[in-house]
């Protein structure tokens, strides 16, 4: 693949979604096994992409249904304020792009992650303060199906600042952040344990976020949660010098034993999105035609 520059989109069960650049200038999506060195391009998606600031394609595979499909999506929004109003669904079954406009009545601005689970791809998202209340929490996370015909949205508790989904030990969590006006602010954990029935949240941990890090001299970001531990990784970073963040750290905080440790200094300027990774070993992933 002669690419130029390379963008990671998203990452599903071992599987990456990044933009591709030919000449800086020609932009293409790619999903690839890094564990096989198998690609394959996709054709461009039917509708005018969205603007760069807006969290556009998602990946979902499922190794476990099918080993060697998946399907890209690339969700659409408005110029003016981002929400979702629409996406396109690539399958590599029929490898062909479909477009299903959105049948959500709230306004809905998607956030960068993503879990695929029963065939239902979740993603993070914030309402539109013209659609909430100052008493209704913002955060919510939306869940399509493949073909784009099965829209609902889950509301989360507490959830009053964008935070972070993901899949472990069998059911969906989300990490929301929290400003308590007494004991300042704090990370809340929660777990769907089934998110096709009852929608109903369990609070699974808090922790008051001060007691971690100095806010006098430290952001962080909750950057996802361990696949089989009661564990979650954030990133913190130091103070902004107008061109980049320094001091820039991966970090995790174990629920059970109530441990905050320090995992590896990152580069400075490297403040963005993180991504969960686990290689995906099987030769029968990307095996149809097409891949290289």
Known sequence: ?????????GTC?????????????????????????????????PQPQPPAEFCAHHLAFDPAVSPSHFYVLAFEC??????????????????????????????????????FVGGMLHLPGDLCKGRRSEQDDGFVVVVVDME??????????????????????????????????????EVAVWCLKDSNASQEWFLKHTVRIGKLLDFL?????????????DTIFFVTRGVYDGDSWDASSLASWDMRRLEFRTIRHLENGS?????PYVPMFSELTLADGGVH
Not at 1 to 9: A, D, Q, R
Not at 13 to 28: M, P, R, V, W
Not at 150 to 175: D, E, F, M, N
Request: contains cysteine; hydrophobic residues 30%.
């Open 1 to 9: 693949m002669n690419c130029t520059k390379i963008h990671l989109l």
């Open 13 to 45: 069960n071992g599987l990456l979604l990044c933009s591709c650049y030919h000449n800086d200038e020609e932009e293409c999506l790619v999903v690839c096994n890094p564990a096989t060195q198998r690609w394959t391009e996709l054709p461009p998606p």
């Open 78 to 115: 408005t110029g003016k304020d981002y929400h979702l109003t629409g996406v396109s669904i690539y399958s590599s079954r029929t490898r062909a792009w479909t477009h299903r406009n959105t049948e959500l009545l709230d306004k809905i601005v998607l956030s960068y992650g993503s879990v």
């Open 148 to 185: 784009g015909k099965t829209w609902k949205t889950v509301r989360v508790p507490r959830g009053l600042y964008t935070g972070a989904i993901g899949w472990s030990q069998g059911c969906l969590h989300c990490a929301t952040r929290y400003q308590d006006n007494e004991w300042g602010e």
């Open 217 to 229: 001299e430290m952001e962080y970001s909750v950057a996802g949660f361990h696949p089989d531990c």
């Open 271 to 275: 403040a963005g999105k993180y991504l």
